[in-house]
C-alpha cells in the first residue's frame, strides 16, 4: 500500500540535524543504542560516541517526563537524533513524547495493522493524522521554527514499529504495509519469549530465524527499513549485512559489562 503523501523514505525536505534519517536515507549504516538511565550529562557522553540515534527508553527505563525533554534536548544539540521509544501506543504517550523534539518514536510491541494505524495517526498533523499543536519545544530539537516544524514534521520524524511477539510475526505484512509505517525493529528478546518460550533466543531456532526473515521479507516488500537489538560491534557488523541499522546494546549492560570485565582481570 503506496503512500498518498512524503514520509521519512521519499521526503524531499533537507534538514541536516536529522541525523539518524540521513544516515538511512544515504543507505549507510545507521548505529543507535539505549539509555535508561535519566541524566543529561549520561545523555551528553553516549551521543558523542559516534552513533547516529540514542533511543531514549521511557519503555523500561528509569527515566520520566523531565529527563525524556532533557535527554532529548542534550542529544539532539550534539547533532545525533534523539529516538523515544515510548511506553505505550496511547495518544496522550505519543504526543507528549513528539513534542520533547524527538526526531522519531519507536513503539514497542505492535501486533496488528490497526495498531499501526493507530500510531500513525496520532503522530502526525492534519490532515494525515489527529496530532495537535501547542509546543515549541519540538521545532528546537529539529533547529527549525514552528512553521517550518508544522510544515516538515510529518515526513521527517520515524515511525519506528517494534515486531516483537508471535501475533505481529503473523500479520507483520499488513502492518508493513501500513502507509506511514517507516521502520521496523525487532525486539528479539520479547519475541523469543512469546515464540520459544525463553529468552534470549540461541538464535539459531528454527522458529525463530523464520520469524526475523519474514519479518525482513516484509520490510523489503513494502520499502520500509528494517534494524534490530545486537548485543555488541562484532554483532552489528554481522546483522548489518542484512538490516539497514541496529541497535548496539544499551547503557546499563554496557556499564556493567565493561567493570565486570575489568574486575575479572584483577580478581580471575
Known amino acids: 500500500m503506496a503512500s498518498s503523501y512524503p514520509t521519512a523514505h521519499n521526503t524531499e525536505v533537507q534538514n541536516p540535524r536529522l541525523r539518524l534519517l540521513n544516515t538511512l536515507r544515504k543507505k549507510e549504516p545507521a548505529l543507535m543504542t539505549f539509555i535508561a538511565i535519566p541524566s543529561v550529562r549520561h545523555a551528553q557522553i553516549v551521543a558523542l560516541t559516534g552513533l547516529d540515534g540514542v533511543i531514549i527508553d521511557c519503555e523500561h527505563g528509569h527515566i520520566g517526563d523531565d529527563s525524556m525533554h532533557n535527554s532529548v534536548s542534550a542529544i539532539s544539540a550534539l547533532g545525533v537524533s ?7 501506543p496511547q495518544p496522550d504517550i505519543l504526543k507528549r513524547a513528539l513534542d520533547t523534539g524527538a526526531h522519531g518514536l519507536m513503539v514497542p510491541m505492535i501486533n496488528t495493522a490497526e495498531e499501526a494505524q493507530a500510531v500513525v495517526t496520532y ?21 527549525l521554527t514552528t512553521p517550518e516544524y508544522m510544515k516538515s514534521a510529518n515526513q521527517t520524524i520515524l515511525t519506528i514499529l517494534q515486531i516483537e511477539s508471535k501475533q505481529g510475526v503473523e500479520n507483520v505484512d499488513a502492518i508493513a504495509a501500513v502507509p506511514g509505517v517507516d521502520y521496523l525493529f525487532i525486539g528479539p528478546n520479547d519475541l523469543a519469549q512469546s515464540l520459544l518460550g525463553y529468552t534470549p533466543a540461541k538464535g539459531d531456532e528454527p522458529v525463530f530465524v523464520e520469524a526475523i526473515e519474514k519479518i525482513v521479507a516484509a520490510a523489503r516488500k513494502h520499502g520500509k527499513w528494517v534494524g534490530r537489538l545486537v548485543n555488541d560491534g562484532p554483532l552489528a557488523v554481522e546483522a548489518l549485512k542484512k538490516f539497514d541499522s541496529v541497535a548496539i546494546t544499551g547503557d546499563t549492560k554496557a556499564i556493567s559489562n565493561w567493570y565486570t570485565a575489568q574486575i575479572s582481570c584483577v580478581r580471575p
Open 123 to 143: 503522530s502526525k498533523f492534519p490532515p494525515q493524522g489527529l496530532r495537535g499543536q501547542g509546543s515549541a519545544f519540538p521545532a528546537i530539537g529539529h533547529g
Open 82 to 88: 534523539p529516538i523515544i521509544r515510548v511506553r505505550g
